[in-house]
Every structure is written in structure tokens, then in C-alpha cells.
């Protein structure tokens, strides 16, 4: 019903910038929030980022004033742009969307991650 593709992981050092992407397409009617979470190895998911449709924002106190969350309607893409990375944030980032669609409302979707691994 909907597909979600990212990008932009990569291997960084300390300090520096990236900016990750999530496109949804498929069978969507509109897409509510929209958002970013993390797993590092041995650690739980954490919500990074989060952003309503109205373009309300929500971060994690880790990454208030690195990131910033993003979105484009028009393209039903996500962005997470993170300045000032730290080799905390290395994990796999994975984008989730709610959306309403044919047969569904409400209804949450995982992209397939994309590694982001910082180095000291």
C-alpha cells in the first residue's frame, strides 16, 4: 500500500553534517505525522524527531539544537537534517509515516532504515 524509501546514512566523523531523506508513495490519500527514529546495537528504538501535518516539530532532548525534521508535502517526503554529529547518534535510522489511504486510515509504515555512523 506504501512504500517508503531512504536515504542518506553514510559514515561521517564527529562534527560533521547529514541529511537524511524518506519518500512515501503508493496508494495515499494524506499523510499525518511523520517521523524518525533510531536503534543502536543493544540499545532500544528511540524517537529522534517527529513533525504533524500542520508542521509541529517534537525532538529528543539528545539532538534538540543539532536536527531538524522537515517535510515536503507535495512529494510526501521527510527530511532529518543533523548538524554536529556525535558518536552517540551512530544507528540505524528508520523513518515511520501515518497516512490514510484506499481501505486504511491511520495507519503507520516503516522504511527499511539507513545506517548513520559517526566516528570519534
Known amino acids: 500500500q506504501v512504500q517508503l524509501v531512504e536515504s542518506g546514512g553514510a559514515l561521517v566523523q564527529t562534527g560533521g553534517s547529514l541529511r537524511l531523506s524518506c519518500a512515501a508513495s503508493?496508494?495515499?490519500?494524506?499523510?499525518?505525522?511523520m517521523a524518525w527514529y533510531r536503534q543502536a546495537p543493544g540499545n532500544q528504538r528511540e524517537l529522534v524527531a517527529s513533525?504533524?501535518?500542520?508542521?509541529?516539530?517534537n525532538y529528543a532532548d539528545s539532538v534538540k539544537g543539532r536536527f531538524t525534521i522537515s517535510r515536503d508535502n507535495a512529494k510526501n517526503t521527510v527530511y532529518l537534517q543533523m548538524n554536529s554529529l556525535k558518536p552517540e547518534d551512530t544507528a540505524v535510522y528508520r523513518c515511520?509515516?501515518?497516512?490514510?489511504?484506499?481501505?486504511?486510515?491511520?495507519?503507520?509504515?516503516w522504511g527499511q532504515g539507513t545506517q548513520v555512523t559517526v566516528s570519534s
Open positions: 515511520n509515516v501515518e497516512a490514510n489511504g484506499r481501505g486504511y486510515v491511520r495507519r503507520g509504515f
Open positions: 503508493g496508494s495515499i490519500f494524506s499523510i499525518n505525522n
Open positions: 513533525i504533524t501535518s500542520g508542521g509541529s516539530t
